[in-house]
């Protein structure tokens, strides 16, 4: 154990649903993650059910050693939401209206059509003395911070979304304010792949990454869409842990640039969007086993306007006559799931939907519906770009949902590389 | 709260992994899950860091008011695993080295191939004085039992196979002599509903609930999707619990009949399936703003090509006037997000896709696009059945990912109702 001055931070969490495990305690994770990379050091969580004197209890014993508790859940406006009264007593606070608080809740629900506010939602107007009121852009429930002698107690709401936008906005900047010093931030880079097994991958990277790795540490974050590399460098200045970070970064690249895209939000869809724009192209979708997916992911990421014109989803074989041209002969012949049908779904839509590049997915997600030749996992994915047609073959593990998903990710992947000149032709 | 005689049961997971969010703690809910149907009430949990002080102090809190107390994790054979050396210490027991653990430890490697035990692994043939061993089917580090005056301390390893397997077996067996008559087991019954808000359900659920809940409590577990209405019956014999439940859900049955629907998953899509082929209908969607999101939910439910018959996905204008059949005089005059338009955009996937119920649906889904007439979140969403044709304006809160997920929900729930018959008309 490395002495260290960074501020402490507890986490208390409250829900029966927690304690009885209905819910996985995925805020707990998400702020010990979040927590740890502003600059803390997490030393303890509880979770305690609804109830005021549990709440009490773990919110008093968490503030005896940590410079910050966080509370979460229990904040909602019905009637086994305890936790801001319970916090409130334990700190010896009266709760009253916060006018300005009420105004916005009022005009919120204005706009949602709604003649008056619902009595129980009044409640969340509602506030301890001396509170510091945290925006929630996702909902109705503020954060709320309370200083003490001691120790900065937060409370927000257990809706993992709501959670996130008060913490990423308004107690961000209220941490990095009230704690600004003693932070020790831990450095992340990621480096995002999709298309390259993670055994490959991790046998590739072996053999490049230098001995010394100073302060950083790898690691491989694999999931159904691709796998990340994550580098983390701690316990050095920013400067001197970017460097590391760069140098190792600048080793990886000769293995990871076929595979790699770059992508805020860790989705090739952005990437792909964004080496579309960049070439002035557009694209259509085709689907038929991924249902829509492809094109949801698309269209995911804000300005897909941009660069998609739309799509046909062709569960049924007569969609695939009619709405794209597939050939019914070969529709008989080699069926739905084949290379032709697939390779005529994104050319149809590239034409009929006047797109420089068409998608055309057809497979079988399962459960039902495989055979021996065709068994559930088998899906043929086709571009289409410019006077180019291609097909391929893949077969993909796991069951309908993850079949899906792979499935509209190996589309997705491969016509990032085809249009940011990663891959040519075969 | 009811007066209880059920044993108490407190958790304490060890891991700086969970402590900074790198693996979310799905043992703790596990384990929940599992106390709570054997009868237990779960009162708290600890997560704590790979460090004896925190371990020490976390146990010795739990040991205060609990007759059990689980801890979980940090009884691998490496150095970091410090679990079993900090408890045995805090209830004063010696560590020694148990022969027939030993022996079968030893056993295990040479059924695995190795000519020896490892160094490492002999560690863990040692165990605190007076240790209950529980038998571990998946790996090599046994579950350990203490008891003291007050309570029963339980330490199982944290890869979650073998934990799940030492629970099921030994444990479940001492767990059942040990607490044979005060074990009360838990009785959930969920009701799920969409397209009423929780403060609005809550309002009306509280107008009707029966004063007596017997050994009932309810709980609101709302997400973007609906609400789901939790019952919980806790104390009382199997025969009884499910009687108060069926009391209580029948007294909420004319508040929630317009909003529920049944599904195993939770999906309203899986309602609206099961709906859609018992009425023998099937369905095509047009989607703007969701982007094909509409037709994924409903094609994410196995056997969905029974009703599903295809969609188009018109994010261009072009495509809404070429493949839908849309007025360009309507675009122009009332533009893209507009009630002809979604009418139209309904009507022309029925008709040109041959399904008996067409979705439309067109909005703002952000960050950018909106308007002072049309900010953010204005959807319009539209039904064709048979010869009728609707269209509703919603006003979505959040961000981009929320107004399109709202925006699904609400369409599928509309359409789920009209389907079963729990609407009619306006």
Redesign the interface.
């Known amino acids: 154990?490395t002495e260290t001055r960074a501020p402490l931070a507890s986490l208390v969490t409250v829900g029966?649903?927690?304690?009885?495990?209905?819910?996985?305690?995925?805020n707990?994770?998400?702020?010990?993650?979040?927590l740890?990379q502003l600059g803390f050091r997490?030393?303890?969580?509880?979770?305690?059910?609804d109830?005021p004197g549990?709440i009490q209890a773990?919110v008093g014993?968490a503030m005896e050693d940590a410079d910050l508790v966080l509370v979460s859940g229990g904040l909602?406006?019905?009637?086994?939401d305890l936790t801001k009264a319970a916090v409130a007593q334990l700190l010896g606070r009266e709760i009253g209206l916060d006018e300005e608080l009420l105004q916005k809740l009022a005009a919120?629900f204005r706009?949602?059509?709604y003649d008056r506010l619902?009595?129980?939602?009044r409640s969340q107007a509602e506030v301890p003395q001396g509170s510091i009121v945290l925006n929630n852009?996702?909902?109705t429930a503020p954060g709320l911070g309370l200083e003490t002698d001691s120790c900065l107690v937060v409370m927000l709401p257990g809706?993992p979304?709501e959670l996130r936008?008060i913490f990423e906005g308004d107690l961000t900047h209220l941490l990095r304010r009230r704690f600004a010093r003693r932070l020790e931030p831990v450095q992340h880079r990621t480096i995002h792949t999709t298309g390259v097994p993670e055994s490959r991958l991790s046998e590739l990277v072996s053999q490049l990454l230098p001995r010394d790795m100073g302060p950083v540490s790898l690691a491989f974050l694999p999931d159904l869409r691709g796998v990340d590399l994550r580098l983390t460098a701690r316990g050095v200045a920013i400067e001197e842990g970017e460097a590391w970070l760069t140098r190792i970064e600048a080793a990886l690249e000769p293995v990871v640039s076929k595979w790699r895209f770059e992508a805020e939000s860790g989705d090739v869809a952005e990437a792909l969007n964004h080496a579309l724009a960049g070439a002035g192209m557009t694209v259509a979708?085709a689907?038929s086993c991924?249902?829509?997916?492809?094109?949801?992911r698309?269209?995911?990421r804000?300005?897909?306007?941009e660069v998609?014109?739309?799509?046909?989803?062709?569960?049924?074989d007569?969609?695939k006559v009619?709405?794209l041209g597939v050939s019914p002969e070969d529709l008989r012949e080699h069926g739905a799931v084949s290379e032709p049908v697939a390779l005529q779904m994104a050319k149809g839509v590239r034409e009929?939907?006047?797109a420089s590049a068409g998608v055309g997915i057809t497979g079988v997600a399962?459960?039902?519906g495989g055979t021996p030749e065709k068994p559930v996992g088998t899906v043929w994915i086709a571009l289409a770009v410019a006077d180019m047609a291609e097909a391929r073959l893949v077969r993909l593990p796991g069951d309908?949902?993850a079949v899906?998903e792979r499935a509209a990710q190996a589309v997705l992947g491969w016509l990032h590389r085809k249009v940011s000149g990663r891959e040519q032709g075969r």
Chains 1, 2 share one sequence.
Do not use: C, H
Not at 28 to 34: I, N, T, V
Not at 302 to 305: H, I, K, N, T, Y
């Open positions: 154990m029966n649903e927690l304690l009885y495990g209905q819910t996985v305690d995925t707990a994770a998400w702020l010990g993650r979040s740890a997490v030393t303890r969580t509880f979770t305690v059910g109830d549990p773990a014993s909602g406006p019905t009637p086994d919120r706009a949602a059509g619902p009595t129980p939602n852009p996702q909902g809706v979304r936008s979708t689907e991924t249902g829509g997916l492809v094109a949801k698309i269209t995911d804000p300005g897909s306007s998609f014109v739309g799509g046909v989803i062709a569960y049924a007569a969609v009619e709405q009929r939907f006047g399962g459960p039902e309908r949902d899906r």
